[in-house]
């Protein structure tokens, strides 16, 4: 098997120097050992229950790059298996359906400035608050998606993505995928101390519209909503901000409520040498009041890398986690290198709900909801290889309980924190160099 590989990686090596191709391909090896006691929600209040949890996940990928600019085109091919170590036993003979391709794209370059990628790609602009690669989550994201791309002087990207369950001869429901259609324009120019991105997207849900056992097609309906924003980055020296605001309308799901909801971010950066650098920041995405019945006010980000914002014990937005009322969250952090292998960060968070909230019985509370610290190390062991760690710790108020729609079944009294330690593995294992031939 061996050699066979090897055999083929010289035809490709011999093809790609010969033709001016560019070909290469990479890996990760990605294993994080967790130790959750109130990760993403709060400690159970029956004791009898209440028992941390700790496991091992791992991603493991292989990445295909192709490029041939003589012939106008460009592919990437990844494939990955994610799994929690232990999920498939040591002596089993089949597997769980942990495999699968996390992209597959081709790119036409009709000139310089214009191409279209089209196939299964990641998605990812900005801060990554709208659209991320969420890389933290082993299985990351990706869509199957249609990219227009103009880049010379300035970026425009029109994006198009439909989500069906399966080939069929008539309509069939999108059986849970996010979206049943999406559109969106990007656009994005650098100055000379300064970055300023817009963004539209135009999201639509699939809906049930008679809440059928056995809906038939003409019970579907997709039903949009609208994001229009823009995110902007000043750096003239050692201070910097960064600052982005998003107004969402349009309808909801089912209910088909009207949208008006916002979200707004403004972080001053500063560093104070090449080692040591200071972020204070807030944002606010704003929330339905629990006594509201007429207008959605809950933003709601999407695709977005949601770990990066709102503290990294993910009690906010992520895995569905959307609070109801919304959320302000206030923050302070530092990161300090204490060389070119070793950093260390460290970032304080309080949180409150951005409207009035209200426990079951319809009692108002109050809009605190409680802190949260997040400390992460990294180490660079070489060029392969990274060392990574991290301790968060939540400190919640007794209105945390209700600051999402599902609630936050738990006990606030209790300290819920979090532990993670992990190995990002990453080589080269092949590529050619690119070998101009003249024309004839």
């Not at 503290?311 to 530092?334: I, K, Q």
Request: aromatic share 16%.
């Amino acid at each position: 098997m061996l050699k066979r590989l090897l055999a083929i990686l010289a035809i490709l090596s011999f093809y790609g120097t010969t033709y001016g191709q560019d070909f290469s391909i990479d890996a990760q090896v990605k294993p994080r050992y967790e130790h959750r006691n109130g990760f993403g929600q709060l400690r159970p209040t029956d004791n009898n229950a209440d028992r941390p949890a700790d496991f091992v996940s791992q991603r493991t990928r292989i990445r295909m790059l192709f490029n041939d600019k003589s012939e106008k085109f460009r592919m990437g091919f990844s494939m990955q298996d994610v799994r929690t170590w232990g999920e498939v036993g040591n002596f089993a003979n089949k597997d769980y359906g942990n495999f699968n391709i996390h992209e597959a794209w081709g790119e036409l370059l009709f000139t310089d400035a214009f191409s279209v990628k089209v196939g299964r790609q990641e998605i990812s602009y900005d801060d990554q608050r709208i659209f991320g690669a969420v890389d933290w989550a082993q299985q990351a994201r990706s869509h199957d998606a249609a990219i227009f791309k103009y880049e010379k002087g300035f970026k425009l990207h029109a994006g198009f993505a439909i989500s069906t369950f399966g080939e069929s001869n008539y309509y069939i429901e999108n059986d849970g995928n996010a979206y049943k259609a999406m559109q969106y324009l990007w656009f994005h120019k650098d100055f000379e101390n300064f970055k300023l991105s817009g963004l539209f997207l135009n999201n639509g849900v699939e809906q049930n519209t008679t809440n059928a056992a056995t809906p038939q097609p003409a019970d579907f309906e997709t039903v949009y909503s609208q994001t229009l924003g823009a995110h902007g980055e000043w750096r003239p020296g050692k201070f910097g901000l960064n600052a982005s605001f998003y107004y969402q309308f349009g309808k909801t799901g089912a209910a088909k409520q009207d949208i008006s909801a916002y979200n707004a971010l403004l972080e001053l950066l500063f560093n104070a040498n090449e080692k040591l650098g200071f972020i204070v920041g807030g944002e606010m995405l704003s929330g339905t009041a629990y006594d509201e019945t007429e207008t959605y006010m809950t933003f709601n980000p999407f695709y977005g890398t949601n770990h990066k914002f709102n503290g990294h014990m993910d009690y906010f937005y992520v895995g569905g986690r959307m609070p109801r009322g919304g959320l302000t969250d206030l923050y302070v952090g530092a990161t300090y290198k204490f060389d070119k292998d070793w950093n260390v960060y460290g970032r304080y968070h309080y949180f409150a709900s951005a409207a009035t909230i209200a426990d079951n019985n319809g009692n108002e509370l109050d809009s605190g909801l409680g802190s949260e610290i997040d400390l992460i190390i990294n180490y660079k062991f070489n060029k392969y290889i990274t060392i990574q760690g991290g301790w968060s710790g939540m400190f919640a108020t007794d209105s945390m309980v209700y600051s999402t729609a599902q609630n936050n079944p738990g006990d606030p009294n209790k300290f819920n924190n979090w532990g993670w330690m992990g190995l990002v593995i990453k080589p080269t294992l092949f590529t050619t160099k690119k070998k101009e031939v003249a024309a004839n």
